[in-house]
C-alpha cells in the first residue's frame, strides 16, 4: 500500500505538489492522471525517495521508502522506459509497482501486453501505481484513479464515480441516440415523457436524456414511428478528465512534471 498525506514540493516560487493526500491499494490497478505539469512525475519521485518533500510524507508498507531495507525487494519502479540499469536483473519480486507514462511510444500489441500485466500483477494481490496524462491508456486498465491538476488533487475514486462528476461539470452526459426515418411526432412524445431531446448532427437523428432505450422504443411503437437507430450512449471518461482538469491544465513549456 502506497499512503501519501500532505505531499507537498517546493521549488523556489513554484509549488509542483501542493498538500496531496491519498491512498493506493494491493490488488488494484490505480491510474495516476494529469495535464503535463501537473506534479506526477515529482510525485512518484517522493514516494520513492528520490526527492525530499517540503513538507508531508509517502510512505510504502507504512514506511518511508529510504527506511526500507533492501527496498528494491518492496518497490519496483519504471520511471523512464528507455533509462533501464544494464546490470540488474528483475527488482526481486516486489508487491508495489510504479510506472511512469508505460505505454509511450508502444504499438497496439505492446500496449496490450502492458494493459494485460498489470492486471495479472493486480490480480496477485500487488499494489500497482500507473502514471499518465492520456485517459485513453486508463479507460480499459484503470479500476481506480487519482487525478490531480497543478499539484493538487481533483479526484481520487473509482472510474464510473470520476465519469459521472464528469458529466456533473459539463462532459457529454449519459443518453441515446435515436434515428428515425424523418420527421415525425417522436420527439414531442418524448419530451412529454420527460426526456430532454435536442437535434443530432445528421438528419432525423435526436440525442435523448432522461430516458432510457426501452422506453424510447415504447414510444416509438406507440406512435409507429420506425426506428433506424436506438443506441444508449455512455458518458466519455475522456471528456470527463478534459472537463475536470480544463482549469488545472499547465500549457507553458518548462517546470515541473
Same mark, same amino acid.
Given at each position: 500500500?502506497?499512503? !501519501? ?8 516560487? &513554484? ?8 491512498? !493506493? ?34 510512505? $510504502? ?19 523512464? %522506459? /528507455? ?6 536483473? /528483475?527488482?526481486?519480486?516486489?508487491? $508495489? ?13 505492446? !500496449? ?25 491508456? *486508463? ?8 487525478? $490531480? ?5 481533483? #479526484? ?16 457529454? %452526459?449519459? /443518453?441515446? &441516440? ?15 415523457? /420527460? ?7 445528421? #438528419?432525423? &437523428? ?18 409507429? $414511428? ?5 443506441? #444508449? ?6 471528456? @470527463?478528465? *478534459? #472537463?475536470?482538469? @480544463? ?11
Amino acid at each position: 500500500m502506497i499512503e !501519501v498525506h500532505r505531499l507537498t514540493k517546493r521549488y523556489g516560487r &513554484t509549488t509542483a505538489v501542493d498538500e496531496l493526500t491519498f491512498t !493506493v491499494r494491493p490488488g488494484l490497478v490505480t491510474g495516476f492522471l494529469g495535464p503535463n505539469g501537473a506534479g506526477k512525475s515529482t510525485t512518484l519521485r517522493m514516494i520513492l525517495g528520490l526527492d525530499a518533500p517540503t513538507s508531508g510524507a509517502a510512505t $510504502v508498507g507504512g514506511r518511508p521508502f529510504r527506511e526500507l531495507p533492501r527496498g528494491l525487494r518492496h518497490v519496483g519502479a519504471l520511471l523512464d %522506459a /528507455g533509462d533501464v540499469h544494464g546490470g540488474r536483473s /528483475g527488482l526481486g519480486d516486489p508487491p $508495489v509497482l510504479l510506472f511512469d507514462e508505460p505505454l509511450n511510444g508502444l504499438d497496439p500489441e505492446g !500496449v496490450r501486453w502492458v494493459r494485460e500485466l498489470f492486471r495479472k500483477l493486480a490480480a496477485e494481490g500487488r499494489t500497482v501505481f500507473v502514471s499518465s496524462h492520456l485517459m485513453s491508456e *486508463m479507460e480499459h486498465t484503470a479500476d481506480r484513479l487519482v487525478v $490531480v491538476g497543478r499539484g493538487r488533487l481533483i #479526484a481520487d475514486e473509482s472510474l464510473a464515480d470520476f465519469a459521472a462528476r464528469g458529466a456533473g461539470q459539463g462532459a457529454g %452526459a449519459p /443518453g441515446v &441516440t435515436v434515428r428515425t426515418a424523418g420527421p415525425g411526432p417522436l420527439a414531442d412524445a418524448l419530451r412529454a415523457a /420527460g426526456g430532454e431531446v435536442r437535434p443530432g448532427d445528421d #438528419a432525423g &437523428t435526436l440525442l435523448v436524456t432522461g430516458l432510457d432505450p426501452a422506453r424510447i422504443g415504447e414510444l416509438a411503437l406507440d406512435h409507429r $414511428v420506425p426506428l433506424l437507430e436506438l443506441t #444508449a450512449r455512455t458518458a466519455s471518461l475522456e471528456e @470527463a478528465f *478534459m #472537463a475536470l482538469t @480544463a482549469d488545472h491544465a499547465d500549457h507553458s513549456a518548462g517546470g515541473p512534471r
